[in-house]
């Protein structure tokens, strides 16, 4: 689960990592009273929306307005409100189709002395999280890991102990940081890492991290995403997801309890489990086509379920043709059989609908559908259904 820079900020602020005071806006007025608030000569304007780059991106068809932008005066604040709120901001992380702003946050101008970076992963391979650190801040961190790998300095620590005195010492020495900044550094780096593990992150970066003028760390970007599986452990954050900002198909089929996952192809598919979904993509593929989406409809999907899931493949104007392949081991075909027959009555298939089914109740599910007036593409083995669904989406 994916949350706003200003609200990453708030968890910050209570956790005790710097950052300057911000107020967000959802209309103009909003802004130019929050710049008033404010009360300093400087403050940035920065659009809320679930995807980095901001700096560098611009709004459709207004290549002029950024998404981050300084501004000197409550009318500016005013001005870049009006740019950017209701309009849809294309950065390199949103792809083209970009994602419209609702929202902004006004915060404080800073004296910028030195813009570095920071963050933490989740490392599977150790399973410990790894502070990664770099001097060079506010460009692309993949570009400084393929380019100049030396600049990254990473630091493994053990949740329970959190990072330690020596491994603060070696990251102020790799970023040059000394003195005052050194101290401030320290229960920066201590406070993030807490953080971290307290509320469950898979990731929290912070590009730029910067100095300011007094040689205090201050977070100046905040993104962060949690851990899904652990989200039932933090009610109170949970109330931060903006469903605004996912995929409704993907919001849809979860309130079902469905694992789904949106694609860029031509053919849905239904199956049941992850690892058939994920060998029916592979097959797809092997036989030139490309799925629109991942779906698992799992074990024990009932015809409701299915039916949902039918109506939600189908929401997609891209899908060109459907393949169901079923398994049935505690799933029943029969159960599909019937989730296919109320879904053609209910939506509709207006695209070709190639069925395997195997397993539990197969034979009755068969019957099912052959007694239907569903028009189907029958296959009798995986090879089969691939194949004959790639020709019917073309
Ligand atoms: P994104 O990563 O989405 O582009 P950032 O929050 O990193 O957004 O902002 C982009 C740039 O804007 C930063 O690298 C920094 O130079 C500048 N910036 C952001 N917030 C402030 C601020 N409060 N004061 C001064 N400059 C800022
Ligand atoms: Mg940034």
Redo the contacts with the bound molecule.
Sequence with gaps: MKIH?YQAKQLFRKAGVPV?EGIVARTPDEAKAAFEKLGGSLA?V?AQIHA?????GNIIDNPEQK??V?VRSAAEAEAAANGLLGKTLV?IQTGPEGQKVNQIFV????D?AR?LYMGIVLDRSTATPVLMVSSEG?VEIEKVAEETPELILKEHFDPAVGIEAFQVRKICKKLGISGTAAKSAGKFIAALCKFYVATDCEMAEI??LVIDAEGGMVA??AKITFDDNAMFRHPDLKELRDLDEEDPAEVRAANSGLSYVTLDGNIGCLVNGAGLAMSTMDIIKYHGGEPSNFLDVGGGANTEQVTEAFRILLADPNCKAVLVNIFGGIARCTTIATAIIEASKQVGFNVPLVVRLEGTEVEEGRKMLADSDVDIISAVDLTDAAAKVVAASK
């Design positions: 820079e300057l940035v920065k980095g780059g901001r700096g560098k998404g981050v300084l950065t915060e404080q101008g800073c910028i813009e506010g590009n730029p100046l970007d």
